[in-house]
């Protein structure tokens, strides 16, 4: 790995060189693998800490000045993704509980309600999708229905990874609003 | 998720790659800001000042110092956020705006004092007129800080909102003093210090969703 060709590599990524981008991401994920590790961050979730953080150089690749050294920029990134995910990880933990071994008991059976809500529920929701915008409706079957990976929906729809999260995310809210509309 | 996955994710962002112009550096766009906010205050002094208290006390180092010192606080702390906004700052930026603020504070804080044992309580009044016209200064530079901090990255956005709103208080709490002077450093510390902490826990909250990254 030969890190000194990387803030080249980089400025030639922010006029566009798909190649010296490409060459750049590759090596230095193993930068970032590392980073993280040293984090803390459990190793089963390294790799999708890695992950977000090439989706966020890729985001704000901008901000990087050739002039200057690009460890400290792709440090303070890792880092910060590590970060957040550590509190994303936190407020799961917090509200969630061990299930007691009474659960049946304390808790209604949601198949008990099975035959009354057999093809209604899903069908709600697919009429929804089915109203979205085409971009939206895309994202949301790829991603939410299909449970594609960002990277094999990015890939399948020749949508970027952003605009997918974009789509995905005002999908979301659109669908929130129209079962608001139908429940209020 | 797999290496596998990350090489399939290197492969879709390399093939979404366009250009992208870069940032400029955080100082050049410290000094476009300060190009920006510099006028505009001095028009606000000049427009309702300066004030005849204000022209006295030029020469009293127990009320120059201070202003000097809030007027360093905020041309600081816009270099420390312009540096905050872009990853990899080093953490001594953090501290940049600290000597200053101080020195603003400590110097307020001595005067206010020595009143304090010279006169007891009797010289503290209210005056909500200092702390809305900080606010209504702070808020529009402010949305113009916040707005070119935006186009940059700031990792830590809670620490950048307070000290871009630090910044912008400072500068309002300068311009305000020279054609609203208060006849104390207490009066000073009380008034235009409160109103800053204010405008800095506003930037602290707000900068939280304002500042965030884009993804």
């Known amino acids: 790995m030969r890190d000194d060709d990387w803030p080249d590599l980089l400025a030639r990524a922010q006029q566009g060189d798909e190649a010296a981008y490409r060459r750049f991401l590759g090596e230095s994920a193993g930068f970032l693998r590392a980073i993280v590790a040293r984090t803390g961050i459990p190793a089963d979730a390294i790799e999708d800490v890695v992950q977000e953080a090439l989706i966020t150089i890729h985001a704000i690749r901008h901000t990087y000045d050739p002039t200057r050294p690009v460890r400290p920029w792709l440090t303070a990134i890792a880092r910060r993704r590590a970060v957040d995910w550590r509190r994303r990880r936190t407020g799961i933990a917090r509200n969630e509980v061990a299930m007691p071994d009474h659960a049946a008991e304390t808790f209604a059976d949601p198949d008990s309600n099975r035959d009354l809500d057999r093809g209604d529920s899903g069908e709600t929701v697919r009429r929804w999708v089915a109203k979205l915008p085409p971009g939206q409706r895309q994202a949301v079957e790829m991603l939410k229905l299909k449970e594609m990976s960002l990277a094999e929906a990015a890939a399948q729809s020749g949508q970027s990874i952003t605009a997918l999260k974009v789509a995905t995310h005002r999908a979301l809210a659109n669908l929130r609003k129209m079962w608001k509309k139908e429940t209020t | ?215």
Not at chain 2, 97 to 112: Q, S
Not at chain 2, 181 to 210: N, P, Q
């Open chain 2, 1 to 215: 998720m797999t290496t596998r996955e990350t090489e399939n994710l290197i492969g879709a962002l390399s093939a979404d790659v366009r250009p992208v112009k870069p940032l400029a550096g955080p100082v050049s766009r410290a000094l476009r800001y300060l190009a920006f906010a510099g006028p505009c205050l001095l028009a606000i002094a000049l427009y309702y000042g300066p004030s005849e208290m204000f022209l006295a006390r030029v020469n009293q180092p127990v009320f120059m110092v201070p202003w000097l010192a809030s007027v360093l606080t905020g041309v600081l702390a816009t270099i420390a956020v312009f540096h905050l906004s872009v990853p990899g700052a080093p953490r001594w930026i953090y501290l940049l705006p600290i000597p200053p603020l101080a020195v603003w504070l400590g110097t307020l804080g001595a005067g206010c004092l020595g009143e304090l044992v010279a006169h007891g309580f009797s010289h503290i009044g209210t005056s909500w007129h200092c702390v809305m016209v900080i606010l209504q200064t702070s808020i529009p530079l402010g949305l113009v800080l916040g707005w070119m901090l935006r186009k940059a990255a700031p990792l830590a956005p809670v620490a950048t909102g307070a000290w871009a709103a630090l910044a912008v208080a400072a500068f309002a709490s300068a311009t305000l003093e020279t054609f609203h002077s208060l006849d104390t450093a207490t009066m000073i510390l009380l008034w235009h210090g409160t109103a800053v902490a204010a405008v800095a826990a506003i930037g602290a909250v707000t900068g939280k969703t304002a500042l965030r990254l884009p993804v």
